[in-house]
C-alpha cells in the first residue's frame, strides 16, 4: 500500500472537469512540493506539473495542479478521450528520506 | 530536450546481478546541474524510484534497496549505470532512466521531478 493516497479510478464525460486526489502526511507532501506524471499503456510516464502548480512547456493549462497541506490534487478541465491514462504523483519523503510515488489513478473518459 | 535510453539484458536468474546503462544524448551530464535517475514498475503496479546520481559523484536511493543498488557514471561516454544485486522474481520490471531535477534544502525538497524519461526496458527474473 503506497504512502502517498490515490484514488484507484475516476471518470467524467468529454468536455467536462475531474480531479484527482493524492493524500499524504507532513514528512511528505506537508512539507515538499508535488509533481504529477500521466502514463499510457507501455509507454513512460510524462510530468504534467512540477513544484506543485507549474506546467512543463507544452503541457496545455487543462492541467493544473494545486497543495493543500498534505493533500494535492490535479484537476483536467475539457476532457477529451485522448487523457484516458494512469495519473501518478510524486514527492520527497523527509522521514524516510526517498521519493514517494501514489498508487495510480486510472481516468476514465466516458 | 535530452534523449534517454536504457540498454541491458532483459532475462536473467535469480541471484544475479542486474546491470543496465542510461545513454543521454542531447545534454551533457557532466555539464549539467539535474540529477539522473533510475525508477521501475513491475507489470500492473506502481512506480518505484531506486535512486539517483549527480555527475560529481553523490549517489542516493531508495532504502528498501539501498544495500543491493550501485549506480555509477561514465562522463566520458555521457552514460550512467545501475546495478542491483541479488535478484529475485520481486525485481521483474519495466526499468526507466530519467533526468531528475533535484533540490533539498533544509530536510524540504523544492525540486523533485523526473523529466523526461527513456522508453523504459523490461527486465525479468525467472529460472
Known amino acids: 500500500q503506497s504512502v502517498l493516497t490515490q484514488p484507484p479510478s475516476v471518470s467524467a464525460a468529454p468536455g467536462q472537469t475531474v480531479t484527482i486526489s493524492c493524500s499524504g502526511s507532513s514528512s511528505n507532501i506537508g512539507n515538499n512540493y508535488v509533481s504529477w506524471y500521466q502514463q499510457f499503456p507501455g509507454t513512460a510516464p510524462k510530468v504534467l506539473i512540477y513544484?506543485?502548480?507549474k506546467r512543463p512547456s507544452g503541457i496545455p493549462d487543462r492541467f493544473s495542479g494545486s497543495k493543500s497541506g498534505t493533500s494535492a490534487t490535479l484537476g483536467i478541465t475539457g476532457l477529451q478521450s485522448g487523457d484516458e491514462a494512469d495519473y501518478y504523483c510524486?514527492?520527497?519523503?523527509?522521514?524516510?528520506?526517498?521519493?514517494?510515488f501514489g498508487g495510480g489513478t486510472k481516468l476514465t473518459v466516458l | 530536450q535530452p534523449q534517454l535510453q536504457e540498454s541491458g539484458p532483459g532475462l536473467l536468474k535469480p541471484s544475479e546481478t542486474l546491470s543496465l546503462t542510461c545513454t543521454v544524448s542531447?545534454?551533457?551530464?557532466?555539464?549539467?546541474?539535474?540529477?539522473w535517475a533510475w525508477l521501475r514498475q513491475p507489470p500492473g503496479k506502481d512506480l518505484e524510484w531506486i535512486g539517483s546520481l549527480y555527475f560529481r559523484g553523490t549517489t542516493y536511493s531508495n532504502p528498501s534497496l539501498k544495500s543491493r543498488v550501485t549506480i555509477s557514471v561514465d562522463t566520458s561516454r555521457n552514460q550512467f549505470s545501475l546495478r542491483l544485486s541479488s535478484v529475485t522474481a520481486a525485481d521483474t520490471a519495466v526499468y526507466f532512466c530519467?533526468?531528475?531535477?533535484?533540490?533539498?534544502?533544509?530536510?524540504?525538497?523544492?525540486?523533485?521531478?523526473?523529466?523526461?524519461w527513456g522508453l523504459g526496458t523490461l527486465v525479468t527474473v525467472s529460472s
Open positions: 510524486g514527492t520527497w519523503d523527509s522521514s524516510l528520506s526517498t521519493v514517494l
Open positions: 542531447g545534454a551533457s551530464i557532466g555539464g549539467s546541474s539535474y540529477h
Open positions: 513544484e506543485n502548480k
Open positions: 530519467a533526468r531528475h531535477a533535484y533540490y533539498c534544502s533544509g530536510g524540504s525538497c523544492i525540486q523533485n521531478w523526473f523529466d523526461p
